[in-house]
């Protein structure tokens, strides 16, 4: 069965660095594009990052300068480097790509990570 699973969360003092991992599993061919969402407490989960099947990447102002997401050569994970960590960062952070199950697939189906929390605080 095909999952994402997302690790790397945890608990940090704001300027600490996390790096979020959303690997995908199943004997998944590759991924084709990506994105890095997250929600805080009371609000609407908002898009922080995404990542294109040609490696174009796009991050929110928000984070602009301080997270980057990238994939790996296997295109079996993707990742979120987040630097200059603030308290507003505090979220639970989900993975969300499209997924080629085989190598002949002709079309990609979506799938999500179970989140994981990041907690920025003193």
């Known amino acids: 069965q095909v999952q994402l699973v997302e690790s790397g969360g945890g608990f940090v003092q704001p300027g600490g660095s996390l790096r979020l991992s959303c690997a995908a599993s199943?004997?998944?061919?590759?991924?084709?594009?990506a994105a890095w969402y997250r929600q805080a407490p009371g609000k609407q989960r908002e898009v922080v990052a995404s990542?294109?099947?040609?490696?174009?990447?796009n991050c929110a102002d928000s984070v602009k300068g301080r997270f980057t997401i990238s994939k790996d050569s296997a295109k079996t994970t993707v990742y979120l480097q987040m630097d200059s960590l603030q308290p507003e960062d505090t979220a639970v952070y989900y993975c969300n790509a499209n997924v080629f199950l085989t190598p002949t697939s002709t079309a990609s189906l979506p799938y999500w990570g179970q989140g994981t929390q990041v907690t920025v605080s003193s």
């Open positions: 199943g004997g998944i061919f590759s991924i084709y594009n």
């Open positions: 990542i294109r099947s040609d490696g174009s990447t």
